[in-house]
């Protein structure tokens, strides 16, 4: 009898403490996110910070408008470069037969890819 009275009442203390003990942790868990999003808002609040220290300096805000908006300063004679990948000059000729490859024509997509499976069908092994 006494064996069963014990378990009963360890029975009715798990019964009691187990929803305090969740709700503990589960708050813990909260804490413990809460902290890791403030440490997050506080760096972020850093960089904006030093953004906003740098956007002070006139040397920075005049480099910034050179770059992004393509500023000179009066007197000054300014070069834009269209396309730097462009090569001018004569186009290389080629002296190589290419085969049955041929440039795909322009158009709709459809167009291509049944030029490129007659191509294909047209190859001798």
Known sequence: MR???LFVVVLVAFVLL???LRAYVAQQEQLRE????IAASE???AALEDAVERWEDAAFVQAQA?????FVMPGETPYVVV????VTGEEPTSTEDDGPVTMPRTGP???TV???VQVAGEVDD
């Open 3 to 5: 064996m069963v009275m």
């Open 83 to 86: 396309d730097p990948e462009t």
């Open 66 to 70: 050179r770059d992004r908006l393509g």
């Open 109 to 111: 997509w459809y167009l």
């Open 34 to 37: 809460l902290n890791d999003a």
């Open 114 to 116: 049944w030029d490129s």
């Open 18 to 20: 187990a929803p305090t």
């Open 43 to 45: 760096e972020r609040n």
